[in-house]
């Protein structure tokens, strides 16, 4: 067995919880920790640790190119810091028609020479190779069961060892899958509890990055290990059920918007035949969106539509109005913005990204408790019918159902309220008189 004690130093680097991990003698190891905690240069310095203790090859297999590079560069640096000389040496190969860099660390005889290969994951790169196995971020790997049939024979030999590492990415993976296999010791590590045992990061430091990420899933997922399903009602009805109030009307009074006292925000989903057309009144009042109420249009007509809107929009309490302008609604919402002018109607093309936004500020909401609905089942469904997917390549993707004829457009157009009532767009004057007065920008 080759002296493991030159590597003392780089142990004493380690924070207390990462030197139990790195002086584990356990032979299949699961460690699911939060970002900002060293899983990597932890998992890296254990396989450093134990090869050399082993006289055992080592594979480093990792999520991409990218990041195999990143975990080799940790363990050359561990190495580096302690003046220990390797032999780096990187060639280009090709299996498969899949073209990838291998790098491969070689340590000084005195360490017993053992090799450090490091790969990007692919059920092509996982096979032939005997030694012990680091799978690092491998809840981000793609064909990740593949790569697992390919890749676990090569433990056979030798009892080969293997570390499994990641911060959770849902549940549709083999990641998620080994959390219940009693054969693993598993080492869970959320941000709250490496500072507990160690991580100087200050309570300060985590609310700063809490608020600093703005969406409550990814923190609880990134940073608190929760395993989250990928696909899930984005609005639960416990949360839908806390903004609810019974005394508000359902219905908008658009008579009663000619004497309203109050800043109103305005969203509008925009359908012809198959859906509603979904006009959401809300006043702010302070930081609460309080309903107004709802006016549903089914199966009318373009131009009647647009009197309709605007019959709304022009009121002066109304300070902004976004609208859906994605296909049918690309017209409407032209013409509503030439008449009403660009600081009171905001055109909304409904992107991937731009419905993440917007439905994560009424979500926001809907948590603190700061928006106000009316009890009403068909809003109530309505607004629990998104869910929010996660694709195997990690973009979240907010998706609805139609019901009862309608496709979340009750969803659509609180959360485009919610975007007008947020949106910084400067004072607005009000100027009152004819229609035909109106001017770009200002009201009437």
Same mark, same amino acid.
């Given at each position: 067995?080759?002296?493991?004690?030159?590597?003392?130093?780089?142990?004493?680097? %380690?924070?207390?919880?990462?030197?139990?991990?790195?002086?584990?003698? #356990?032979?299949?190891?699961?460690?699911?920790?939060?970002?900002?905690?060293?899983? $990597?240069?932890?998992?890296?310095?254990?396989?450093?640790?134990?090869?050399?203790?082993?006289?055992?090859?080592?594979?480093? !297999? $990792?999520?991409?190119?990218?990041?195999?590079?990143?975990?080799? @560069?940790?363990?050359?640096?561990?190495?580096?810091?302690?003046?220990?000389?390797?032999?780096?040496?990187?060639?280009? !190969?090709? +299996?498969?028609?899949?073209?990838?860099?291998?790098?491969?660390?070689? +340590?000084?005889?005195?360490? *017993?020479?053992?090799?450090?290969?490091?790969?990007?994951?692919?059920?092509?790169?996982?096979?032939?190779?005997?030694?012990?196995?680091?799978?690092?971020?491998?809840? @981000?790997?793609?064909?990740?069961?593949?790569?697992?049939?390919?890749?676990?024979?090569? !433990?056979?030999?030798?009892?080969?060892?293997?570390?499994? %590492?990641?911060?959770?990415?849902?549940?549709?993976?083999?990641?998620?899958?080994?959390?219940?296999?009693?054969?693993?010791?598993?080492?869970?590590?959320?941000?709250?509890?490496?500072?507990?045992?160690?991580?100087? /990061?200050?309570?300060?430091?985590?609310?700063?990055?809490?608020?600093?990420?703005?969406?409550?899933?990814?923190?609880?997922?990134? &940073?608190? %290990?929760?395993?989250?399903?990928?696909?899930?009602?984005? !609005?639960?009805?416990?949360?839908?059920?806390?903004?609810?109030?019974?005394?508000?009307?359902?219905?908008?009074?658009?008579?009663? +918007?000619? #004497?309203?006292?109050?800043?109103? &925000?305005? *969203?509008?989903?925009?359908?012809?035949?198959?859906?509603?057309?979904?006009?959401?009144?809300?006043?702010?009042?302070?930081?609460?969106?309080?309903? +107004?109420?709802?006016?549903?249009?089914?199966?009318?007509?373009?131009?009647?539509?647009? #009197?309709?809107? $605007?019959?709304?929009?022009?009121?002066?309490?109304?300070?902004?109005?976004?609208?859906?302008?994605? *296909?049918?609604?690309?017209?409407?919402? #032209?013409? /509503?913005?030439e008449r009403f002018g660009s600081y009171r109607v905001e055109p909304c093309t409904f992107t991937t990204a731009f419905k993440a936004d917007a439905a994560g500020k009424m979500r926001v909401r809907f948590e603190d408790k700061n928006i106000r609905i009316p009890t009403c089942p068909d809003i109530r469904n309505d607004l629990h019918s998104v869910q929010k997917n996660v694709t195997s390549s990690g973009q979240v993707r907010l998706t609805a159902d139609?019901?009862?004829?309608?496709?979340?457009?009750? &969803?659509?157009?609180?959360?485009?309220?919610?975007?007008?009532?947020? $949106?910084?767009?400067?004072?607005?004057?009000?100027?009152?008189?004819?229609?035909?007065?109106?001017?770009?920008?200002?009201?009437?």
């Open positions: 067995m080759a002296d493991v004690s030159l590597l003392r130093p780089i142990l004493d680097m %380690c924070y207390p919880f990462q030197r139990a991990r790195v002086l584990s003698c #356990e032979r299949f190891t699961l460690t699911t920790w939060s970002r900002q905690t060293g899983k $990597s240069w932890t998992m890296s310095m254990r396989r450093i640790l134990r090869g050399i203790m082993r006289g055992r090859n080592q594979f480093f !297999l $990792s999520a991409g190119q990218r990041q195999s590079r990143e975990l080799m @560069m940790k363990a050359k640096q561990h190495l580096e810091a302690i003046k220990i000389a390797v032999q780096w040496d990187e060639r280009e !190969l090709e +299996l498969a028609d899949f073209k990838y860099s291998l790098l491969e660390i070689t +340590l000084p005889p005195e360490l *017993g020479g053992i090799r450090i290969l490091g790969l990007p994951a692919n059920p092509d790169t996982a096979r032939g190779f005997t030694g012990d196995v680091l799978l690092d971020e491998f809840a @981000m790997h793609k064909n990740d069961k593949e790569i697992w049939a390919a890749m676990y024979p090569s !433990l056979t030999r030798g009892r080969g060892e293997l570390d499994v %590492c990641s911060t959770p990415k849902g549940k549709a993976n083999k990641f998620y899958e080994l959390q219940s296999n009693k054969s693993y010791d598993r080492d869970v590590m959320t941000i709250y509890d490496s500072v507990k045992k160690g991580n100087p /990061l200050t309570e300060d430091d985590i609310e700063e990055l809490r608020l600093g990420c703005g969406d409550v899933d990814i923190w609880r997922q990134e &940073f608190g %290990c929760e395993f989250l399903d990928e696909a899930y009602n984005f !609005l639960s009805y416990e949360m839908i059920a806390a903004c609810e109030d019974g005394l508000l009307s359902r219905e908008l009074n658009v008579q009663a +918007l000619r #004497e309203h006292d109050g800043d109103v &925000f305005v *969203g509008v989903d925009i359908a012809r035949k198959k859906d509603l057309t979904v006009i959401w009144a809300f006043q702010k009042v302070g930081e609460v969106f309080i309903s +107004l109420g709802l006016t549903e249009l089914r199966s009318t007509r373009f131009q009647k539509q647009f #009197e309709i809107i $605007s019959s709304i929009i022009q009121n002066p309490c109304v300070r902004r109005a976004a609208i859906d302008e994605t *296909g049918l609604g690309m017209q409407l919402a #032209e013409q /509503l913005e139609r019901q009862k004829g309608s496709h979340a457009d009750r &969803f659509w157009a609180a959360a485009l309220a919610v975007h007008a009532g947020d $949106s910084d767009v400067g004072p607005i004057e009000a100027h009152f008189g004819s229609p035909l007065a109106m001017s770009k920008g200002r009201a009437w």
